[in-house]
């Protein structure tokens, strides 16, 4: 018995399948278009392209993809014709998803736009297709669900992703949209940070992390092993900002990671985040240092980004006014007390209670962001300057987005005499504060600052509910990894 | 308790004299000796008759189905709010649906309905935080109405209804 096996001749076997590993074997000289601009001006153009397979679907003699760049993406066809074989098709609708692929095709233009994609008006007819590199079939999380609104996947039983999977697996959550967009929007707002200090003459610094003493109270500290000794994870950069003044470096900022071993498992809490923190002489008044501050948090870019991470995360658009609304904390108390709260004239603010300010200050001022001047010193630092004329109060502040706290700050004492009473009220112990105290005795001007974290900053600016949602790699006590 | 809030319905009824009370039971159910007949027994028994001694009969209902209704939330005070058989949320839930168009409990006017529901459900309201106010809007005006009626708070501390809304739909 014989047997004959018939192979169709596969007259486009040259234009499709997996590339040899790309080792920088060769230089080529292609121009690859980016997905965002493909638009109606490239149509009739025969373009080279690399991105993601987002999906690939077979209908008979097609195969319909979606091609993706990051936060763009295109309809892309392989239809059998005199470019491309029955056995191309069946390749491109078998490509995994997630796959990296090189394209030649033909931009065309669509009679509808296609609502699904970012390029609604064209597609790509292909011609040649090469897989560059290759996912694993089971991916750990469908992008599609990872990008879908919570409320509509109860709805419709469709999945979504919870956010620990997406944490595990980082790497594939980060390719959504939103995330990209999210991303995005913060490096943007650490732009826009340092844009408008150093527009205003401040100087960036970098502060050391590993200290030798706890720099905001002993109870949140990380230790680490020291050669023989120990040290520890900067709390924050306030020493060494107001060394820097004291230098007469005048005005700086500093954008750095602060370490709290803090065992809060809250949606606005991490152990690791990004300080972007500020210090500043000042002439006559801290209302400048409050003034530099403000300016940096208001800004209208970026709303494209905004829009696209509303799209998973619906929220109110963030709203402020111009100039920033500045409440005194006494006016905040009658506030409160209005509405029902019992408070004394020197306790702190709860999270509860802050949050019902935000929602009586969006009320009445119809703002998302504010100031809070003038704490009781009872509740701040030792190192707060108190106010000149109430001995209640003090030269501090607060800023509030969407009634959350994103800085604390003040008018620091600059006197070393004044600074020695401070610590002793408190029962600080002298010796363990010693240099601090004498980076003031050799003349030392006034000054205040603050420190924003930007992670939550990003978080409150977007209506997202979690930290862990603007942190690349978010570190908390349950979480060490990636 | 209780005690306090006949107290508080005599001067609201302008009774001149205030009466005697005694308790009975663990529970401490007022008891109301009167001088020729049985003693009168329990908040609401009593309730009901310092209104006939005030000569107020229009609190206690208007007309038949009136009477009926006053007399329905009169009992509700006792077995379902005070008793504690239900739970706080599903007594604000029923009471805000059933407030969704009316501005007294029974009929148009205030009646004796209102005001034992007040004097009941007042320490629950006190604690209710801004956005559960809220959230019971219907309960809340009643509520704000009720305790505004000259004569009626008396002995209880006012409690603070905000008339803007703080929260939208899509809160935070």
């Given at each position: 018995m014989c047997f004959v096996v018939f192979f169709l001749k596969d007259f486009a076997k040259d234009r499709y399948g997996v590339s040899?590993?790309?080792?920088?074997?060769?230089?080529?000289?292609?121009?690859?278009?980016?997905?965002?601009?493909l638009t109606p001006h490239k149509v009739d153009q025969l373009i080279w392209l690399r991105a993601r397979v987002h999906t690939s679907r077979a209908k008979g003699k097609q195969c319909f993809l979606v091609l993706r760049q990051q936060q763009f993406n295109v309809q892309a066809l392989v239809?059998?014709?005199?470019?491309?074989?029955?056995?191309?098709?069946?390749?491109?609708?078998?490509?995994?998803?997630?796959?990296?692929?090189?394209?030649?095709?033909?931009?065309?233009?669509?009679?509808?736009?296609?609502?699904?994609?970012?390029?609604?008006?064209?597609?790509?007819?292909?011609?040649?297709?090469?897989?560059?590199?290759q996912a694993e079939p089971r991916l750990p999380l469908q992008l599609e669900d990872a990008v879908r609104p919570d409320g509509d996947g109860e709805e419709e039983?469709?999945?979504?992703?919870?956010?620990?999977?997406?944490?595990?697996?980082?790497?594939?959550?980060?390719?959504?949209?939103?995330?990209?967009?999210?991303?995005?929007?913060?490096?943007?707002?650490?732009?826009?940070?340092?844009?408008t200090l150093t527009k205003k003459g401040f100087v960036e610094i970098q502060t050391p992390k590993i200290i030798s003493a706890a720099s905001e109270g002993g109870a949140n500290v990380f230790t680490v092993s020291y050669f023989k000794s120990s040290a520890y994870l900067a709390q924050?950069?306030?020493?060494?900002?107001?060394?820097?003044?004291?230098?007469?470096?005048?005005?700086?900022?500093?954008v750095g990671p602060v370490f709290r071993a803090e065992d809060?498992?809250?949606?606005?809490?991490?152990?690791?985040?990004?300080?972007?923190?500020?210090?500043?002489?000042f002439n006559y008044h801290y209302h400048e240092v409050i003034d530099s501050i403000t300016d940096t948090m208001v800004q209208d870019r970026y709303q494209t980004e905004i829009q696209t991470v509303s799209k998973q995360f619906p929220s109110e658009p963030f709203k402020f006014l111009e100039p920033t609304l500045r409440l005194e904390y006494t006016e905040a108390l009658a506030m409160l007390r209005e509405a029902g709260v019992e408070m004394g004239d020197e306790d702190d603010l709860s999270t509860p209670n802050e949050k019902l300010l935000g929602r009586l200050v969006k009320e009445k001022y119809d703002t998302d962001f504010y100031v809070l001047d003038k704490y009781p010193l009872a509740v701040r630092p030792f190192y707060t300057m108190p106010d000149p004329n109430n001995p209640k109060y003090s030269n501090s502040y607060d800023m509030f987005m969407r009634g959350e706290e994103i800085l604390s700050g003040a008018q620091r004492v600059h006197d070393p005499q004044l600074l020695t009473e401070r610590a002793l009220h408190h029962q600080i112990d002298l010796e363990k504060i010693k240099s601090y105290i004498d980076s003031f005795r050799y003349g030392a001007p006034p000054h205040g600052g603050g420190g924003i974290g930007l992670e939550r900053v990003c978080m409150l600016y977007l209506g997202l509910h979690n930290v862990r949602q603007t942190s690349m790699f978010p570190r908390d006590p349950k979480r060490l990894t990636p | 308790m209780a005690l306090r809030e006949l107290a508080s319905l005599e001067k609201y009824l302008g009774l001149?004299?205030?009466?005697?009370?005694?308790?009975?039971?663990?529970?401490?159910?007022?008891?109301?000796?009167?001088?020729?007949?049985?003693?009168l027994v329990g908040l609401v028994t009593i309730a009901c008759h310092l209104v006939k001694e005030a000569k107020r009969p229009e609190l206690l209902g208007d007309g038949a189905e009136g009477r009926a209704v006053v007399q329905q939330w009169l009992e509700y005070r006792v077995t379902k709010l005070d008793s504690h058989t239900e739970d706080t949320k599903s007594i604000l839930k029923d009471l805000n649906l059933y407030m969704q168009d009316r501005v007294y409990l029974a009929g148009n006017q205030l009646t004796l309905a209102d005001v034992l529901m007040y004097y009941g459900i007042h320490s629950i309201i006190l604690d209710l935080a801004v956005q559960e106010k809220e959230q019971y809007v219907n309960v809340a005006r009643w509520f704000d109405h009720i305790q505004h009626h000259p004569g009626v708070r008396r002995h209880l501390p006012p409690v603070v209804v905000l008339r803007n809304r703080l929260y939208t739909s899509r809160h935070h």
């Open positions: 040899a590993m790309v080792q920088s074997q060769q230089k080529l000289d292609r121009a690859l278009v980016r997905v965002e601009d239809a059998v014709g005199d470019r491309a074989s029955k056995q191309m098709v069946k390749f491109a609708a078998n490509i995994t998803k997630e796959s990296i692929v090189d394209v030649e095709a033909m931009v065309r233009k669509v009679e509808q736009k296609i609502e699904s994609c970012s390029q609604q008006d064209v597609e790509l007819h292909i011609e040649r297709i090469f897989v560059i590199s039983g469709r999945a979504t992703v919870n956010q620990d999977t997406r944490l595990d697996n980082r790497v594939i959550d980060l390719r959504t949209t939103t995330s990209q967009a999210i991303f995005r929007l913060q490096s943007g707002v650490c732009q826009l940070f340092r844009d924050s950069p306030q020493l060494y900002k107001q060394m820097c003044i004291c230098a007469d470096f005048d005005k700086v900022f500093c809060s498992n809250t949606h606005r809490h991490l152990t690791e985040f990004v300080g972007l923190d500020i210090e500043m002489a | 001149k004299k205030p009466n005697k009370y005694s308790t009975q039971g663990d529970k401490k159910v007022p008891v109301l000796q009167n001088n020729d007949a049985d003693p």
